[in-house]
């Protein structure tokens, strides 16, 4: 799940118990340990009420996108990833030439 907090949006795990909501979140893994998580915020079943929502009030239909379009729009982003990351490199290749040289005078 992905929790809105301070305008950043934030990966959390959500674990519905029979008495208790949790949120947490997955704590930075350092070798082969288990999965591990720090409790962001919980909230006990009984304190829980929904509101029923008026057919005025309901959420607009989102236009579902075919997985196809979906493939070709991942597929973009990952060359654009690639290309920034290209352009990083070449620039700091230059950069260190440029520094690695003596400069006469």
Not at 11 to 26: A, E
Not at 74 to 88: L, N, P, V, Y
């Amino acid at each position: 799940m992905v929790e809105l907090v301070e305008g950043a949006c934030k990966l959390r795990h959500v674990f519905l118990f029979t008495d208790l909501l949790l949120c947490t979140k997955l704590k930075k893994q350092s070798g082969g340990k288990t999965q591990q998580y720090d409790c962001k915020w919980y909230l006990p079943l009984t304190d829980l009420s929904f509101q029923m929502v008026d057919e005025s009030e309901a959420v607009p239909n989102i236009p579902l996108v075919p997985d196809e379009e979906l493939d070709a729009l991942k597929i973009k982003i990952s060359q654009i990833k690639s290309d920034i990351q290209r352009e990083k490199m070449h620039g700091r290749g230059r950069g260190r030439t440029r520094a690695a040289r003596p400069r006469r005078g």
